[in-house]
Antibody, heavy 113, light 117 residues
Framework: QVQLVQSATEVKKPGSSVKVSCKASGGNFSTYAISWVRQAPGQGLEWMAGFIPLLNTPNYEQRFQDRLTIVADETATTAYMDLSGLTSDDTAVYYC??????WGQGTQVTVSS | QPVLTQPPSSSASLGESARLTCSLPTDLNVKSYSIYWYQQKPGSPPRYLLYYYSQSDEGRGAGVPSRFSGSKDVSANTGILFISGLQSDDEADYYCMIWPSNASPWVFGGGTKLTVL
């Protein structure tokens, strides 16, 4: 069974960047199967990015295209999400998920001046 | 604005059944997609429940009881999550999702808050 452990809560200033990590363990898996989903306070789930199967190419939700980078480190079995140009609208819980089946515990990112 | 439409709320009585719907826009034919369902309780990550494509192609997540099942109403272009024998622990938010293709984004519904009376 895959387990995903995410990095700790972050508080950031507007205009800055945040990097969230997601350490996978517990099975024979590919880090390229990890996607990123966020949830703003009181809101629903929003897919941000993942990797196209077999190609292992990042695939971004269009509205994040210019400021989001995801990386899969197979050796470290860790995935990373880097979001730049933060605004208060980016305040949310960020989740990594393995194929939608297994989910990390979430990382709270708060953007505030 | 979510592409998949879910009623914001639904309620049903303890021991009874709940039918949660997920409507696709007219340009997406529900017959062509697997519908994925997630349960989320406050302060917790989503929990994968099941997917439904057809009667011969469906599956539940690990540990998900058979009280949870999926179906489709093709005439209404809608995916359905059916929960029988409602328990108080079923009170949660439920999200549907489709993944149109390997190179496309996942698309979530806005979620339905289920209250067990």
């Amino acid at each position: 069974q895959v387990q995903l452990v995410q990095s700790a809560t972050e508080v950031k200033k507007p205009g800055s960047s945040v990097k969230v990590s997601c350490k996978a363990s517990g099975g024979n898996f590919s880090t390229y199967a990890i996607s990123w989903v966020r949830q703003a306070p009181g809101q629903g789930l929003e897919w941000m990015a993942g990797f196209i199967p077999l190609l292992n190419t990042p695939n971004y939700e269009q509205r994040f295209q210019d400021r989001l980078t995801i990386v899969a480190d197979e050796t470290a079995t860790t995935a990373y999400m880097d979001l730049s140009g933060l605004t208060s609208d980016d305040t949310a819980v960020y989740y990594c998920t393995y194929l939608g089946d297994f989910w990390g515990q979430g990382t709270q990112v708060t953007v505030s001046s | 604005q979510p592409v998949l439409t879910q009623p914001p709320s639904s309620s049903a009585s303890l021991g009874e059944s709940a039918r949660l719907t997920c409507s696709l826009p007219t340009d997406l034919n529900v017959k062509s997609y697997s519908i994925y369902w997630y349960q989320q309780k406050p302060g917790s990550p989503p929990r994968y429940l099941l997917y439904y494509y057809s009667q011969s192609d469906e599956g539940r997540g690990a540990g998900v009881p058979s009280r949870f099942s999926g179906s489709k109403d093709v005439s209404a272009n809608t995916g359905i999550l059916f929960i029988s024998g409602l328990q108080s622990d079923d009170e949660a938010d439920y999200y549907c999702m489709i993944w149109p293709s390997n190179a496309s984004p996942w698309v979530f519904g806005g979620g339905t808050k289920l209250t067990v009376l």
